[in-house]
Each structure stands twice: as structure tokens, then as C-alpha cells.
């Protein structure tokens, strides 16, 4: 493992100073009734992400030979971009390659900061082959996303910032990807303050970081599938697996529901838009996925980069994990004013119907009765009960 020291995170403060933002911290939030929830809102960061720290710090630490010679990234998107910023901030060429399937708002974005993007088929872990190539190839030198002591200190001084600003915190709640990110701020703030809980939060779809803790050695998952696809990463770096194992109180992990979930509980209360690896630390302290229970604690919201047609998905998704839109399915007699008795019994019960499916030729009912399926908009899942023992005290067989 590569050396950092605190100072190095310190001197990425400094030359961060009038580059990146300081957003200040949001809060107290009601994302968790029984703990303090502050929300650090890096999805406010320039190019719409914390990775603009590191990428940048990185590349003004280069000689001006690496300069000349240009740079080369890999990402999934959000590094993308603060790789091409830093460059061309810099006056130094960059090409970025990025998977093929990485949100086209994503894309274009990297492009109009100055970059020449390469597209990669597969996941970022195909994009990062393809970087090594294009290194070997035409000398560029290589900014890692994640994997890299300069730029995990540079991603560190977001622990700066949250001691400076809050210095009574509890706990810190970080998204989890390759690691760069959970390395920085949980060495600074381990170093400063190491009474201090820091804890990590990986999709589901994607536990590289989880299994290698838990195995002792890293670990290489064979596919990745998360609607956080900005930590959908196969394998940890050897620099950050080291730092989390040594500084990183616990990660766990949280699904692709909960994390939609947050993420609408972020429009609705905050009025932020975080992307799916942005969402997933507040999806940690929703569903109580860390014992914060009494704490004053810190999410750090790591990106807000989401693809609009990718929010409309998710958002759809969340409000079926917070009970606010469900799908009820019932068999009735085919006779004129069933339908209508149905929708009284929902109307009278405060629930809006948004689409019904009638069925006449199911085969899991009698000849003289028929399957409805309703989507109906709801206002939480104990409403969802009542209207379902609504409709079963008005006499319709409701399916569990």
C-alpha cells in the first residue's frame, strides 16, 4: 500500500480552496426519527459530484513532463468528469473511457468539459483495461479513480470539512464503490477524531468491498447489477481495501429498492436530486442498516448525476417501496356494478386509482367471475392494509 499521510490531505485542501465547493451541511432531517441526520451535499460539488476533488488534486500534483504527455481515466461517469475538468483547468489533454452502458448525461457532460471519451463495452472494470491499454500505448499518464494515495487524500478533505464543521459528529455514513472515497474520509477523520463511527454503504448488487473485508483479501466479484451504477465496481483497489480494513468501522449494504426509496425521500423532503450511488448512504440511515439510533450523524450525498430518464424508473420504484403506489389484485362476480362498488370502496377510503386490468379469461376463476388488477396511488403501506380490508369487508377475495 501507497503511504498517505494527513498533511497530504491537508495540502489537497489548500489547492482545493478555490476550486471545489464546500457545501455546508444539511440538517437536522427527518430521514431517521430516532437519530440526528445531517446530509453533506457533495451532489452540489462542481460537475455534480465529490469526485471532482481527487481527480483534480491528482492531476495538479503532476510533473509538467506527465503533463505534456496528456492523461487517461476510466469511470463510470462522475470521475469522468472531474478528470476532464481538472485537464482542461489545467491545459492538459485527457481521454476518458467510460462503460458503453454509463447514462448519456454522463457522457455528454465529460465531452462538453473538454475530454475525448472512449466508449468501453461491459462495466467500469472493462473501461479500466481499456485505460490501461490507451496508457501503454501513447504514455498517458493515469489518473484511477479511486486507487490512487493523491487522490484518495484529495477525496479525504471531505472529512475535513465535516470535523470543521460539525465537530461533535457521531458517526459518518459513506457511499462505497472501489473505496476512494470511504479511504479518504475515514483516514482524516479516523486521524483527527478517531472516537468517531465512520460506516460504508454498498449496493446489494455489487458487495465487492463487503466480501473482501469479510474474506480478509480482496476480492473480484464475477458480475455486478445495481441501479447505483456509479459504485457498480467488481473489485476493490489494493490501496483502499488496506485503509478500509484499518480505518472503516463496518460496511454494509442496502437494495436497489431501498435505494430508490431514498432517493425519493430526498426530491420529497430536500428538494436533492442524488443519483442511485449518491442515495445509497441515506438509504442506509432510513433503514436503520447502522446502529445510529441517539447519534448525531453525517450522509454523505456523493453525487447527483442521474440520468432523467433513469429518475422517472426510480422514482416509480420508490414510491412502491414507501407504499405510496401498489398494484391490487382481486376476483369479483362478472355482474354490472361490481367495478363500481370497487372503486366506492377505494374513493371512501381516501386512495386514488391510477389503472385497472379486467380480466375475464383467467383461469384461476369460476366461469361467472373475472380478476381485477388495480394500481392504486396510496399514502403508506398501513394505508394499503385498510384499503385491502376494505374491499375483502365488502366481499371481493383480495390476493396477498
Known sequence: MAELTISEVYKAAEVLQNVARHPKLIGVTKLNPEAQVYLKPENLQYTGSFKLRGAYYKISQLSPEEKERGVVACSAGNHAQGVALGA?????????????????????????LGAEVCLVPGVYDDAYRKALELQQEKGYTLVHPFDDPLVIAGQGTIGLEIIQDMPDVDAVIVPVGGGGLISGVAFAIKTIKPNVKVYGVQAEGAPSMVQSLAEGSRVTL?????????????????????????????????????????????????????????????????????????????????????????????????LVKNGRDCTISLTMSDKPGQLSKVCSVVGNLGA???????????????????????????????????????????GFTVDD
Open 88 to 112: 482542461t483547468h489545467n491545459g492538459i489533454k485527457s481521454i476518458i473511457c467510460l462503460p458503453a452502458g454509463a447514462p448519456l448525461s454522463k457522457i455528454e457532460a465529460t465531452k462538453a
Open 222 to 318: 464475477s458480475e455486478v447489477s445495481t441501479i447505483a451504477d456509479g459504485i457498480a465496481v467488481k473489485e476493490p483497489g489494493i490501496n483502499t481495501y488496506e485503509l478500509c480494513r484499518k480505518y472503516v468501522d463496518e460496511i454494509v449494504t442496502v437494495s436497489d429498492d431501498e435505494v430508490a426509496a431514498a432517493i425519493l425521500t430526498l426530491i420529497e423532503q430536500q428538494k436533492l436530486v442524488a443519483e442511485g450511488a449518491g442515495a445509497v448512504s441515506v438509504a442506509a440511515a432510513m433503514f436503520n442498516k447502522v446502529p445510529i439510533k441517539g447519534k448525531k450523524v453525517v450522509c454523505i450525498v456523493s453525487g447527483g448525476n442521474i440520468d432523467v430518464t433513469s429518475l422517472n424508473r426510480v422514482i416509480t420504484r420508490g
Open 352 to 394: 386514488n386509482i391510477l389503472s385497472v386490468e379486467h380480466k375475464r379469461n383467467s383461469t384461476n376463476t369460476q366461469i361467472s367471475g373475472c380478476k381485477l388488477h388495480m394500481e392504486v396511488e396510496t399514502l403508506n403501506h398501513e394505508h394499503i392494509l385498510l384499503i385491502k380490508q376494505g374491499l375483502r369487508d365488502a
